[in-house]
């Protein structure tokens, strides 16, 4: 199967390369920036909905007065990109896809595109255009030969490290099929519970980070704006930040690079993390486990690799259902976390019983193609 896989990369820039690298961060948040205000502008005054090549001349008109001579001091390949980019963010909100596009920020993640015009590479050297020397480039897995460069992605986060994206023409191979069929249910105390009786436990890595991350915010406040010092403590802040994130997205990774290789069919609830979140309790429990990615790398990895993923209703009523006779009690708090079947006598964990009936619901779903919900039940 034909796909476009990106392979994520750290680099270390030279010090003449990251000046090149922040100009170009700056002039493309600038025309991104720009033109939000001149489509917000038009739409608001006139109704009127600017193309992207209208937005290309006018880049070009820009380009050529003097207060703008500076946005020729990097490649124009970025800048056009930047343009593609604001382009696709509109035809996501008008898509309802996403919400309105907003400015960019100078603070946080910073980012700038390539094209095959304005990067060379030779399947062991990365030079992008203006910089007379390739990219010192840490390379942390292997490039498929095959792979196909069509475009690059260059960017900092706020702990200041860069990274570089190429995004290649590959082709995933599908895996050898299977019989296994297993179902998740997902929580807090226990990251993921699996139908065949498993539980792995959640990482809760924010939480174990949070006591230092407290302490270091606190001294962050302490500094007086805008002095180094605050720089200091904003960037201790910032690199442990990105190590929770790098470890959650890790343990994801892993996890679900497992499942899809060990099944063939896996069924999983149909969530809405967003909602779930306003839940004050729960809402920063729910917002470190990750449920959200989780089923995002499920889904794409499965389509890659030729397996099967289901996602049944969210309000099928998974942990009240006794797997073994189909009874369903009319009420089961969270705090019971065990209960036996009135109906026959089955004692059930109440996690492995969830998770058993979304399989059991999946494999309905599958082959009748029937929503599953409360209503249909007895």
Sequence with gaps: ???????????????????????????????????????????????????????????????????YEWLKEVSSVPLQQSLNHLQRAFLNFFAKRAKYPIFKSKHGKQSASYVTTAFKWDGERLKLAKMAEPLDIR?????????????????????????????CDDIAETKSKNTNKIGIDLGLNHFAILSTGEKITAPNIFRKKEAKLAKLQRRWAK????????????????RLLSKVADSRKDFLHKLSTRLINENQVIAVESLSVCSMRRNHHLAKSISDAGWGEFIRQLEY??????????????WYPSSKRCSNCGHTIPNLPLNIREWSCPECGSKHDRDINAARNILAAGLAVSACGEAISPMSLN
């Design 301 to 314: 990895k499965a389509n890659w690799y030729g397996r099967t993923l289901i996602g049944i209703d969210r």
């Design 139 to 167: 390379w942390s897995r292997i490039l498929p030969k095959l792979a196909k460069v069509t475009s690059i992605n260059i960017s900092k986060d706020p702990a200041n490290r860069y990274f570089v994206s190429l995004i």
């Design 223 to 238: 500094k007086q704006k805008g002095s180094k010092n605050c720089s200091k403590a904003k960037l201790k802040v910032a």
């Design 1 to 67: 199967m034909k796909i476009k896989r990106a392979y994520k990369y750290r680099f270390y820039p030279t010090t003449e390369q990251e000046k090149i690298i922040i100009r170009t961060f700056g002039c493309t948040r600038f025309v991104y920036n720009h033109f939000l205000r001149i489509h917000t502008d038009a739409w608001f005054n006139t109704q009127e909905n600017i193309s992207f090549n209208q937005t290309g001349k006018l880049l070009t008109k820009m380009k050529k007065q003097p207060e």
